[in-house]
């Protein structure tokens, strides 16, 4: 009897040894509610622990109330992500979790707070960043929006589908009316579709359309702070003014063409642009008959650019023009036979080449093509 009893005491002893090993705990367990920005539960999202050294994962899913809770958590460090929808909204990295219950709320009010105090901010600064953030978001997803439709307006343009780049640039504006770019380039939808129409009304009405669009650009830009620091602005406001012109001039509106002109040529005045806008003054002028003024425009397109050698042909076309006759012999005006020589000195073979020719021989003038240059001395 006595060695029965010895022998339970011992069973009983080895049993109360060993319990301590089979309830040890080895895991631990998180919980946590999720609030958003405005102190709301984040309901239905996801709380993904990652083990830093193992790479081990638990999703946990919240509740209604923004709650999630889980057991049987390896003690370690976690990197822990809060998504919604399938998209991360905060990340917490370097969490301990032990053998105890690791309670980790995700306050993204708090957490917002936190770090504009980090940064030195007040409640109010912090708030008028998160503005300016959202505000350069949502720009650049319009900005994105517009240039696909410019694309879109330029391919139609190129293919002379007129009428599908002035409907998609119509829709951009109706996307944001500010854009002076949106603006400039339906006015040359609809400047180059005019010419297409057969109803004469119809015609003007698309210039005028075209006029009120490049007029709308200006102004834009014009008012434009941004633009105001562009280096290249007067570069390319001159480029609205000079289409601006050439509606006026295709609706016979000759002094507001060669003002906007003009205005393009003082807004841009390296020499090749601003030849070329005051070689439409000239050019207008001469379609308009007004021939003192166009051999004054094309003086300065000469002045501003010697070398335009069109200047000199059409120059002498309106010199031409006060010739009189003398008999049966036309009587040019002094000059008259340089500016056709001179053309033909800077374009030997060029377009203008043979009227030039014809226009010489016409006053009796011969070709010399070497106007300009010093004749060698006659020999005794």
């Known amino acids: 009897m006595k060695k029965y009893f010895i022998l339970l005491l011992l069973l009983v002893l080895a049993v109360g040894l060993s319990a301590p090993l089979a309830f040890a705990q080895t895991t631990g367990s998180v919980k946590g509610v999720c609030r958003d920005a405005d102190?709301?539960?984040?309901?239905?999202?996801?709380?993904?622990?990652?083990?830093?050294?193992?790479?081990?994962?638990?999703?946990?899913?919240?509740?209604n109330k923004g709650e999630y809770?889980?057991?049987?958590?390896?003690?370690?460090?976690?990197?822990?992500?809060?998504?919604?929808?399938?998209?991360?909204?905060f990340h917490l990295n370097g969490v301990p979790v032990g053998l105890d219950e690791a309670d980790q709320d995700i306050d993204l009010k708090k957490e917002k707070a936190t770090q504009a105090a980090g940064q030195g901010l007040t409640p109010e600064q912090a708030k008028a960043k998160e503005e300016a953030a959202a505000k350069a978001a949502n720009e650049a997803k319009t900005?994105?929006?517009?240039?696909?439709?410019?694309?879109?307006?330029?391919?139609?343009?190129?293919?002379?589908?007129?009428?599908?780049?002035?409907?998609?640039?119509?829709?951009?504006?109706?996307?944001?009316?500010?854009?002076?770019?949106?603006?400039?380039?339906?006015?040359?939808a609809y400047r180059l579709s005019a010419p297409k129409q057969t109803d004469p009304a119809e015609k003007q009405k698309r210039y005028e359309s075209a006029a009120a669009d490049y007029q709308k650009a200006i102004e834009l830009r014009n008012a434009s702070d941004a633009a105001q620091k562009d280096p290249d602005n007067n570069v390319k406001i001159a480029a609205y003014y000079n289409n601006l012109?050439?509606?006026?001039?295709k609706s016979n509106k000759v002094d507001d063409a060669v003002a906007n002109y003009n205005k393009a040529a003082q807004l841009d005045p390296a020499p090749a642009h601003a030849a070329g806008y005051l070689f439409?003054?000239?050019?207008?002028?001469?379609?308009?008959?007004?021939?003192?003024?166009?051999?004054?425009?094309?003086?300065?397109?000469?002045?501003?650019d010697p070398?335009?050698?069109?200047?000199?042909?059409?120059?002498g076309v309106?010199?031409?023009?006060?010739?009189?006759?003398?008999?049966?012999?036309?009587?040019?005006?002094?000059?008259?036979?340089?500016?056709?020589?001179?053309?033909?000195?800077?374009?030997?073979?060029?377009?203008?080449?043979?009227?030039?020719?014809?226009?010489l021989a016409s006053i009796g003038a011969t070709v010399e093509t070497g106007y300009g240059k010093k004749k060698p001395a006659k020999k005794n």
């Not at 057991?71 to 809060?82: A, D, H, S, T």
């Open 318 to 359: 309106n010199l031409i023009g006060k010739a009189t006759l003398k008999g049966d012999k036309m009587i040019a005006p002094e000059g008259t036979a340089e500016a056709f020589q001179k053309y033909l000195e800077l374009e030997p073979d060029g377009k203008l080449a043979q009227p030039a020719k014809d226009m």
């Open 307 to 315: 070398t335009k050698a069109a200047a000199y042909y059409w120059k």
């Open 280 to 304: 439409n003054v000239g050019a207008v002028l001469t379609n308009a008959g007004r021939v003192d003024d166009a051999i004054v425009a094309f003086d300065k397109v000469i002045a501003t």
């Open 39 to 63: 102190g709301k539960p984040i309901a239905q999202a996801e709380v993904e622990w990652t083990g830093v050294e193992t790479g081990h994962k638990y999703t946990l899913k919240t509740n």
């Open 69 to 89: 809770f889980s057991l049987g958590i390896v003690p370690g460090k976690y990197n822990v992500k809060l998504s919604k929808d399938g998209k991360e909204i």
């Open 245 to 249: 012109a050439d509606v006026y001039a």
């Open 143 to 188: 900005v994105g929006t517009l240039n696909e439709k410019l694309n879109a307006a330029k391919t139609a343009s190129d293919a002379g589908d007129y009428e599908t780049a002035i409907a998609t640039l119509t829709a951009a504006n109706q996307i944001d009316s500010n854009r002076d770019l949106i603006w400039f380039k339906l006015g040359d």
